[in-house]
């Protein structure tokens, strides 16, 4: 007899998209069907990345033919201005150019030949100025975005007088693209009354729906923001989407008629922000067993030309500078720098990874040099429970699971074995060395800005029997409407089959945040749940009705069924029946996250609602030759609570380990002195490939690790597995003190970020032990 499933919860599936994907039916911004009578948008940009404009003048453009429209600051009916918080970022520019490739005119026109023959018949002339390019120079010159922020506990400089060692070292982590396979596009359709109907691909529609409305000089109310879905974001379309959807509705709101705004991939790397690069000087005091007494951390985070995210993305690298270990002092101090570059913004982990990169070179630094085993001094440092440990910055952290998960990662990995047979293998090998080395993460799961936590559903079933859910969070990729599906469904009791994910959109649900923060199940799966049990609510005295069983007996909704005892209707039917009873069957749901509050000028508060945990093993072979290296093998242990659809939370666990990769070991951005980005395309900026995902990839959702007070005892898991890959930089360490490991040199070995061969290649140098060819 076949088992009747009565919830997909908890329960492997497929992405709800996977085969339209994989047979592209599935639509994005690009592919929805158009009027005959839209325009295309192609953006005039600067090709100077600091001066001044002295001359623009866009009367020939005007007269190309096919083209309808050139816009200029002048244009703009509302306010020129498309930064996200602080009002630091014109629209398009006015006088002042402060980047390569930022906006200065919108040609529209019938057709993408016709807007590039307008784009060149613009006259342009600048007064040119010297850019400030790097983050090492915006320093030099005192460039700065913001003001110094600071987090301080304990008695720091107590902790270096008591110390056994004392490591001080420098840390340089790059940018990175966000790569998307759907670069930022966006459709503006014209309504009646001066409305605006928008499909953007955009990670935040409410934050699209306010910049449009404040570019076009029109409520909020007048503007619908749609995602029907992402090619992926990242982060890269949290706030960024905006400029293009409002360049869209611009070039709408003059003509009167549909306008699409897409980028290509060169436009897209060029215009648009990166991870930050930060840059890192720091001391770190040990006692004899390499237990840490005191860290003390100045950092620096290349913001670009404006702000963006780049004050909570400081704050966010500030409150991982301790990853998962107990810090008894710390000083840790950071300032967003600004140079002429694209203006960077929020990317998956969102100054989380640069944070935490900085806490472990100090670890594999003072295991070098106390000759420790860099898994050892990681464990005698991670935070213990009972009484629980509190952060650097005053919350405490309950139910810490780096331990366990080290412990079990070890034994699943052979971790003591393979580093005993490496160790041997590399004493045998002359050309090529190989390593082994372990990095756990703790991170945090909440927007830190605090109002920002809350989001809405609205849920709406058809007297068919039938659902349609609308939530507040888009769908990027990740796998978040088939989260939400199947809490949904958990909830009616009813099969996936019968519910239709709709696309999100701010008529529907308003005033939403950004699906970012790895927070998009935790806050709408709590909102559908609520939804949902309104529903329940208003359904169960009809069903006890058409059961003939007393309204407070116990109702199930499950299988499409409602039941009580051995008593069964269809759920259709009771839908139904509650529909000629006159009974709603819509339900909005809203839930806001408790107890979020940070104080950045006291440097103290709770900015998270729970930390997620993980370890990753990781194994490398490098050649002393080429200074190449691939990936032998990978272990993942990674706490996800319990997993609501455990195949899409392995998916993002792998995905980001190999995006984690990426930014570690291949992806280089590189500027000229004159602002001008050189790697704007695949041929010259190197994202993974499948050959370099390890052969032996091994991943595991810890078990019985259940996470109070989050939907059905989940845990968010988009952003921190990024952060496992910095064990392959461990990893290269251990192969690097191979090729000279009787050097005293070996303790300070010289290996930067990316790791690329030509990388690899200096720090085997560092050590002593590059290649002789005689």
């Known amino acids: 007899m076949t088992e009747v499933v009565r919830s997909p919860l908890f329960r492997p599936a497929a992405h709800e998209s996977g085969l339209k994907h994989t047979t592209g039916e599935a639509r994005y911004v690009d592919d929805l069907p158009t009027s005959p009578s839209t325009l295309v948008g192609q953006v005039l940009t600067s090709s100077i990345a600091r001066g001044r404009i002295t001359r623009l003048d866009v009367t020939g453009a005007r007269s190309v033919p096919g083209v309808h429209a050139v816009l200029t600051a002048a244009d703009i009916p509302g306010h020129n201005d498309i930064a996200p918080v602080f009002h630091d970022e014109p629209l398009l520019a006015d006088l002042e150019i402060r980047t390569m490739g930022q906006a200065i005119a919108l040609v529209v026109g019938e057709s993408l030949a016709a807007c590039r023959a307008g784009v060149k018949a613009i006259q342009l002339e600048y007064e040119r100025e010297t850019p400030i390019v790097s983050l090492t120079d915006a320093i030099a010159a005192q460039s700065f975005l ?119 991939r060169d436009q897209d790397m060029q215009m648009t922000g990166k991870r930050h690069p930060f840059w890192s000087r720091y001391r770190a005091a040990f006692d004899a067993k390499g237990q840490i007494l005191a860290l003390d951390v100045e950092t620096y985070s290349d913001g670009g030309w404006s702000l963006d995210l780049s004050r909570a993305i400081l704050d966010r690298c500030l409150f991982h500078l301790d990853n998962a270990y107990s810090l008894p002092a710390a000083r840790l101090v950071g300032r967003v720098a600004k140079t002429n570059t694209a203006s960077n913004t929020a990317f998956r982990g969102f100054g989380g990874p640069q944070g935490v990169y900085v806490i472990e070179h100090a670890l594999d630094r003072a295991a070098e040099q106390l000759g420790m085993d860099p898994a050892a001094i990681r464990r005698v440092n991670y935070y213990r429970a009972a009484p629980y440990d509190t952060t650097p910055y005053g919350q405490e952290v309950l139910d810490p699971r780096g331990l366990r998960i080290h412990d079990e990662l070890l034994a699943s990995s052979d971790y003591a074995a ?163 009873a006159q009974i709603s ?142 064990s392959v930089v461990g990893a290269l360490r251990h192969a690097i003190r191979a090729f000279a490991p009787n050097s005293t040199a070996a303790n300070a070995i010289d290996l930067r970020v990316p790791c690329t061969p030509e990388a690899v290649l200096r720090a085997i140098g560092s050590v002593g032990g590059a290649a002789k060819l005689t």
């Open 146 to 264: 913001s003001p110094v922020h600071a987090i301080e506990r304990g008695d720091v400089d107590g902790g270096f007088e008591r110390a056994h060692l004392v490591v001080a070292g420098e840390t340089a982590t790059g940018g990175q693209d966000h790569f998307y396979l759907e670069t930022h596009a966006a459709l503006a359709v014209p309504g009646e009354d001066g409305t605006m109907h928008i499909y953007s691909s955009t990670q935040h529609p409410t934050e699209v729906q306010a910049k449009v409305g404040e570019i076009l000089g029109i409520g909020r109310h007048k503007v619908v923001v749609e995602v029907p879905r992402m090619g992926g974001g990242f982060g890269g379309k949290e706030t960024q989407g905006a400029h293009y959807a409002a360049l869209a509705s611009l070039g709408a709101l003059v003509t009167q008629r549909p306008v699409k705004v897409w980028l290509n």
């Open 418 to 580: 393979r580093r005993a047979e490496i160790d041997a293998w590399n004493a045998a090998s002359i050309w090529s060395k190989r390593g082994l080395a372990l990095t756990p993460v703790k991170f945090g799961i909440s927007f830190t800005t605090g109002f920002l936590n809350q989001a809405g559903a609205l849920v709406l079933i058809y007297p068919d029997g039938t659902v349609q859910l609308n939530h507040g969070g888009t769908e990027m990729g990740q796998g978040l409407h088939t989260k939400m599906l199947a809490i949904c469904a958990h909830e009616l009791g009813v099969s996936l089959e019968r519910i239709r994910a709709m696309n999100t959109a701010t008529d529907k649900v308003p005033n939403t945040s950004a699906t970012a923060a790895s927070s998009g199940s935790d806050l709408n799966g709590q909102a559908v749940k609520v939804a949902c049990e309104t529903l329940r609510a208003r359904l169960a005295p009809i069903a006890a009705k058409i059961l003939g069983v007393p309204e407070d007996a116990e109702i199930r909704f499950e299988a499409d069924e409602v039941c009580s005892g051995n008593k069964r209707a269809r759920f259709a039917e009771v839908a139904q029946s509650a529909y000629l």
């Open 585 to 726: 069957l819509s339900a909005s749901g809203f839930y806001r996250t408790p107890d979020i509050r940070w104080d950045p000028v006291a440097g103290r508060g709770h900015p998270f609602h729970y930390y997620a945990w993980g370890a990753a093993v990781s194994e490398v072979e490098v050649s002393r030759l080429t200074g190449e290296h691939h990936l032998r093998r990978v272990d993942v242990l990674h706490d996800v609570g319990r997993s609501l659809v455990p195949t899409v939370d392995r998916g993002q666990v792998e995905g980001a380990f190999i995006q984690g990769i990426g930014w570690l070991t291949r992806e280089e951005l590189i500027w000229s002195p004159d602002g001008v980005l050189k790697t704007h395309s695949p041929d010259t900026y190197k994202i993974p490939a499948v050959g370099d995902a390890p052969p032996d990839f091994r991943v595991r959702l810890l078990d019985g690790a259940d996470q109070p007070d989050v939907i059905h005892g989940s845990k968010a898991v988009g952003e921190p597995p990024l952060m496992l890959a910095i």
